[in-house]
């Protein structure tokens, strides 16, 4: 299995044990800890023990327990409403540069805990969709 590690990064410190965390759950692949600036009670965070800074450059074995570990934490929360959320870049909202998933509980229906999201639907023509789902399957 590859290993990759960045001495600057805050997410490669916690995986070291250089810096403290209130650690969840940890495999070999994956190290999970409470979230120190928390949307609601138990956010969370799960984040693969190989420095990527964007999804797309994880080798896909640090996947493998990202979910596993996102289920055992909602179920140990007892969450019935819960956000997976996962950012890439600076103008999507990734704070830190290291590929990192956060579970955040969502107890109530308002804006005063968990996740508020903006959900800006466009409406493309049934026409685009299929010219998009074109080019795009022609790459995958």
């Not at 140990?76 to 579970?103: K, P």
């Not at 804006?111 to 049934?126: H, I, N, Q, R, S």
Request: glycine fraction near 4%; charge should be negative; include cysteine.
């Amino acid at each position: 299995m590859a290993t990759k590690s960045l001495a600057t990064c805050i997410f490669c410190k916690i995986i070291k044990g250089e810096i403290p965390s209130f650690k969840l759950i940890e495999t070999e692949k994956v190290l999970s800890f409470l979230d120190i600036g928390p949307l609601s009670k138990g956010h969370a965070l799960i984040i693969p023990k190989y420095h990527a800074e964007k999804l797309h450059e994880l080798p896909d074995e640090y996947f493998e327990d990202v979910l596993p570990a996102a289920k055992k934490i909602a179920l140990a929360l007892g969450a019935e409403n819960y956000n997976i959320l996962q950012n890439n870049g600076r103008i999507a909202h990734q704070e830190v540069d290291h590929v990192h998933f956060h579970i955040i509980p969502k107890p109530e229906a308002s804006d005063t805990e968990g996740l508020v999201v903006g959900w800006p639907a466009k409406k493309p023509t049934m026409d685009e969709l299929k010219k998009l789902q074109e080019e795009l399957a022609s790459k995958l």
